[in-house]
């Protein structure tokens, strides 16, 4: 699972508070990836995106992500 941010856009605390929330909701501790891409901010899990800022132009609301990590993570158990 990891999360990918944009440094130049100072999104790493959004990143790593995202990150510490799911840890303490599924004890997985996410990634954290610095990207060059301007404006990014994406959630994988097992590979699979499940957000996209690039793509919704907003953040994400942390607990539709932890809801959507504990579907995959509970389907693949």
């Given at each position: 699972?990891?999360?990918?941010?944009?440094g130049?856009?100072?999104?790493?605390?959004?990143?790593?508070?995202?990150?510490?929330m799911?840890?303490?909701?599924?004890?997985?501790?996410?990634?954290?990836?610095?990207?060059?891409?301007?404006?990014?901010?994406?959630?994988?899990?097992?590979?699979?995106?499940?957000?996209?800022?690039?793509?919704?132009?907003?953040?994400?609301?942390?607990?539709?992500i932890?809801?959507?990590?504990?579907?995959?993570?509970?389907?693949?158990?």
């Amino acid at each position: 699972m990891s999360i990918t941010y944009c440094g130049t856009c100072n999104y790493r605390p959004i990143a790593a508070s995202l990150a510490r929330m799911i840890e303490a909701e599924t004890g997985i501790k996410p990634g954290l990836i610095h990207s060059p891409d301007i404006g990014a901010f994406e959630v994988r899990v097992n590979d699979e995106l499940i957000f996209s800022k690039i793509e919704t132009g907003r953040f994400p609301e942390f607990t539709k992500i932890i809801g959507a990590v504990k579907g995959i993570i509970g389907s693949s158990e």
